[in-house]
T-cell receptor, first 112, second 112 residues
Framework: DAGITQSPRHKVTETGTPVTLRCHQTENHRYMYWYRQDPGHGLRLIHYSYGVKDTDKGEVSDGYSVSRSKTEDFLLTLESATSSQTSVYFC???????????FGEGSRLTVL | EDKVVQSPLSLVVHEGDTVTLNCSYEVTNFRSLLWYKQEKKAPTFLFMLTSSGIEKKSGRLSSILDKKELFSILNITATQTGDSAVYLCAIQSGGSNYKLTFGKGTLLTVNP
């Protein structure tokens, strides 16, 4: 199994509070991704990174920011959480951005 | 914008049946098509297809790509209850920094 750890795995928070999800990898892969998964929508890309300090937006990036100061860590921040951001968040990594993505176990976020 | 449509959205079969899952796509700069299986947690990789007409096989699962008609199928023969899962199809576009665009998935339920 690819060495990907997401934290926290479960979080309940209130509307308007900031939330940071962390993805940590031990594979030294260049590409890292944050997806959210919601019923009826499948997996949708939020942000991704193609190297340290190199990030770009996905299709549902509004309300989210990311940072990657080290190869192994990719942080997803919700500056002011809203109920529409209640979701399961998956981090994924890719060796060279080609083909297979390896996914973390997911982080379930509930915004009340 | 890349687009992936999977059908059917859900399917219920009996053990031993053969199933075919469909994935059609629109993409501006095709690089690859991938299939994933998702049980309760993270998606796990099944196949990556890049060339038309070449079947990929793994045990009872097989997949083929038609780049002219822009679709792929995933076949599962002699289904087992352990095949119950959501099957995800994804497209990788070479012109978008190697992002994957996912379909909404097909929920397969195999009854004993």
């Amino acid at each position: 199994d690819a060495g990907i750890t997401q934290s926290p795995r479960h979080k309940v928070t209130e509307t308007g509070t900031p939330v940071t999800l962390r993805c940590h990898q031990t594979e030294n892969h260049r590409y890292m991704y944050w997806y959210r998964q919601d019923p009826g929508h499948g997996l949708r890309l939020i942000h991704y990174s193609y190297g340290v300090k190199d990030t770009d937006k996905g299709e549902v990036s509004d309300g989210y920011s990311v940072s990657r100061s080290k190869t192994e860590d990719f942080l997803l921040t919700l500056e002011s959480a809203t109920s529409s951001q209640t979701s399961v968040y998956f981090c994924a990594i890719s060796r060279e951005g080609l083909g297979e993505l390896f996914f973390g176990e997911g982080s379930r976020l509930t915004v009340l | 914008e890349d687009k992936v449509v999977q059908s059917p959205l859900s399917l219920v079969v009996h053990e031993g049946d053969t199933v075919t899952l469909n994935c059609s796509y629109e993409v501006t700069n095709f690089r690859s098509l991938l299939w994933y299986k998702q049980e309760k947690k993270a998606p796990t990789f099944l196949f990556m297809l890049t060339s038309s007409g070449i079947e990929k096989k793994s045990g009872r699962l097989s997949s083929i790509l038609d780049k002219k008609e822009l679709f792929s199928i995933l076949n599962i023969t002699a289904t087992q209850t352990g095949d119950s899962a959501v099957y995800l199809c994804a497209i990788q576009s070479g012109g978008s920094n190697y992002k994957l665009t996912f379909g909404k998935g097909t929920l397969l339920t195999v009854n004993p």
